[in-house]
């Protein structure tokens, strides 16, 4: 895992205060405040509905707050346009693959390399030599990710014709891709079989040891949240309901009311 709580506590990425999403006098997410510290895994969790994904969706720009704000690296970021916030430094992946079915899986890489690039529109259109030599870096890095993720066997592949577990694992390649320092993942085990979810877990842990990245992480499967969170935030109806170390709020009896409780019911 990431640093400790402690360690981190002066060195916050992300912070959200007060923030708040209403969708037609229903709110979505209700004054919340969220820290996520350098260097750790922390992990969102609660029932369906509960707001994860639109907290999301507000810090990467795709929704403007009502209230609130959202601070990125000291510097706000709220209602910023979502290439925006990815240029400075936060990438995401979706509880729904968004790939480029029809691209390669090196093009799909390097498609989140280019918001790097810095030829101009003259110079693409006349393909000057800094704009080949640039585009030519662009793929040797996407090609570093792909093997990153080790696919990059299937670099010439469409993204559409590799297995599910290999979409997943290529989608985190294209966010790599931004080289972000935050790095925010939408229930990235959805659909893995036990296998690759326990590659995930170990590739995720890997990041945050060698790649100074911060990690920021939906996700329903508890044997991940509880196998490689530093940190755990609760939400239910919007709300922050509790937050504390995985075995804190595993045992937490507004959390197996909310969230597991009410899953079981279900089930």
């Known amino acids: 895992m990431g640093l400790s709580r402690a360690h981190a506590a002066n060195d916050t990425v992300l912070s959200t205060k007060g923030l708040t999403k209403v969708f037609g006098g229903l709110k979505a997410v209700d ?32 929704y403007t707050p009502e209230a609130g704000e959202v601070i990125f690296d000291g510097r706000p970021i709220t ?7 990815v240029s400075l430094g936060i990438a995401r992946t979706f509880q729904n693959i968004r790939l480029f079915p029809d691209m390669t899986c090196l093009e799909n890489v390097m498609a989140g390399q280019h918001v790097r690039s810095r030829a101009g529109f003259l110079s693409s259109l ?14 040797r890095t996407a090609m570093e990710r792909l093997s990153q993720v080790g696919l990059e066997r299937f670099a ?36 893995l079989n036990p296998k690759e979810t326990r590659d995930l877990m170990s590739f995720l842990e890997g990041l945050i040891q060698n790649d100074d990245l911060t990690i920021l992480l939906i996700e329903h499967d508890m044997n991940v949240v509880m196998g490689i969170s530093d940190w755990v935030v609760v939400m239910d109806d919007g709300v922050k309901i509790a937050e504390g170390r995985p075995e804190d709020i595993y045992h937490d009896p507004l959390v197996i009311e909310a969230y597991l409780g009410r899953e079981s019911e279900e089930g």
Do not use: C, W
């Open 156 to 191: 010439h592949d469409l993204a559409k014709n590799i297995a599910y577990g290999s979409q997943r694992m290529l989608e985190i390649a294209r966010a790599l891709a931004t080289e972000p320092r935050l790095l925010v993942l939408d229930e990235p085990s959805s659909g």
């Open 79 to 85: 209602g910023m346009k979502p290439h925006r916030i």
């Open 126 to 139: 006349f393909r000057t030599p800094g704009m080949r030599r640039e585009e030519a870096q662009i793929e």
């Open 31 to 62: 004054s919340l405040d969220l820290e996520v510290h350098r260097g750790e895994i922390l992990s969102l969790i609660g029932p369906n509905g509960a707001g994860k994904t639109t907290v999301f969706n507000v810090v990467t720009g795709i």
